[in-house]
């Protein structure tokens, strides 16, 4: 059975910095790609950010580009989110995920569906004060 646990979310001024962590168990952490998802209060999980399983190739949403930095390390099957330059609203609960496919290594748009992905952890709040 695969598990997620995502750890690092707090509160934070605007313009502050916050680093998830996320640690996935359970498969071949390195063989599959790993992704960042949020969801605010009323609205519909988004799409934040992903990276292949090979840590190679990186994806973002339009709102977080250039701000977050997504990056794995393979030997920990840890992923992490650093965030930079936090505004407030980038409030919501942050949930990790592990893709369903190994290997993947298809459409980056396939990426920003939450279909993509069939493990995913509890969520970490992070809340971005003005």
């Known amino acids: 059975q695969v598990h997620v646990d995502e750890s690092g979310g707090g509160l934070v001024q605007a313009g502050g910095s916050l680093k998830l962590s996320c640690v996935a168990s359970g498969r071949t952490f390195s063989n599959y790609v790993m992704g960042w998802f949020r969801q605010a209060p009323g609205k519909e999980r988004e799409f934040v950010s992903a990276i292949s399983w090979s840590g190679g190739s990186t994806y973002y949403a339009d709102s977080v580009k250039g701000r977050f930095t997504i990056s794995r390390d393979n030997a920990k099957n840890t992923v992490y989110l650093q965030m930079n330059s936090l505004k407030p609203e980038d409030t919501a609960v942050y949930y990790c995920?592990?893709?369903?496919?190994?290997?993947?290594?298809?459409?980056?748009?396939?990426?920003?569906?939450?279909?993509?992905?069939?493990?995913w952890g509890q969520g970490t709040q992070v809340t971005v004060s003005s």
């Open positions: 995920a592990t893709s369903r496919h190994p290997y993947y290594s298809g459409s980056s748009y396939y990426l920003q569906g939450i279909e993509a992905y069939d493990a």
